[in-house]
């Protein structure tokens, strides 16, 4: 990727933010603003591995987003949640440049991926090359109608990757990461399309991690799921922290409260509040995200 147009920003501080607020100021850490939850999900204050600065969206005259600032934990969860519409999925597709498929649409502001100080939605930015760094999980599960280790396989023979024994090992370390190699290890080449729902969309998540992107964006990849499948997919996105930065978009609050450490409130395409989620989930700053939590709308 062209870092070399872009001038060098620092990352803001992981502080809570609102929509009219810019992200500056205090780290958060244990005492900071709270919670025993923050205080034990924070044992150490974060990096930022990507900063949102004034971002709007347009598809054609419709801005579906408005002026977002967020910045985005490295090697955290961070969870968008809102009512439906609100903007949630086109913040999330800015991240990949999913948008660039769609004629008519069109960014503002900036997304900063550190320590690379590139800006995603830059105009002289190859999309494509961006897809290859920032993995995406759908709702509804896609494999490809291949082999297990075929489809962990794709993105990294796309990558040139050819060695047989190397691709296995990417594979299993991608399957293993996923939460999958146990119950699909000896059974590799068989179709992915024979998996259940659960182990289709960690199969997913293992094909996006094999390419170990900088960021997973997850769109609400549980809501096809059964509970037993959604609490292991959800068990996985705890662990995958350890590993990669995620950023989820979920209309499921008791999930967003589970496994983020960040949450952001949208409503009609604003960033209405952003923080650690059990600040967020406990003692929101605004009316309008303490109606939502608390089931008043959405
Ligand atoms: P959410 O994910 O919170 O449900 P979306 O991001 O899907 O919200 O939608 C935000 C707004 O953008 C809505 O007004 C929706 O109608 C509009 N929108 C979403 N996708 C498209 C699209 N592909 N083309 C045009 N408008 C879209």
Known sequence: MNAVSHAVTEPARLSDTGPTQRPSGRQPGPGGSGSSVEASRETRPPKVRAEVRNLSFYYGQNRALKDINIPIADRQVTALIGPSGCGKSTFLRCFNRMHDLQVGTRYEGSITLYPENVDLVGRDIDPIEVRMRIGMVFQKANPF??????????????????????????????????????????????????????????????????????????????????????????????????????????????????????TAFMYLGELIEFGQAGRIFTNPAKKATEDYITGRYG
């Open 145 to 262: 109608p291949k082999s297990i280790f075929e489809n962990v396989a794709y993105g990294l023979r796309l990558r040139g990757m050819t060695r047989r024994s190397l691709l296995a090992e990417e594979v299993e370390q991608a399957l293993r990461g996923a939460a999958l190699w146990e119950e699909v290890g000896d059974r590799l080449h068989e179709s992915a399309m024979a998996l259940s729902g659960g182990q289709m969309q960690r199969l997913c998540i293992a094909r996006a991690l094999a390419t170990k992107p900088e960021i997973l964006l997850c769109d609400e990849p549980t809501s096809a799921l059964d509970p037993i499948a959604t609490a292991k997919i959800e068990e996985l996105i705890s662990t995958l922290r350890a590993q990669v930065t995620v950023l989820i978009v979920t209309h499921n609050m008791q999930q967003a409260a589970r496994i983020s450490d960040y």
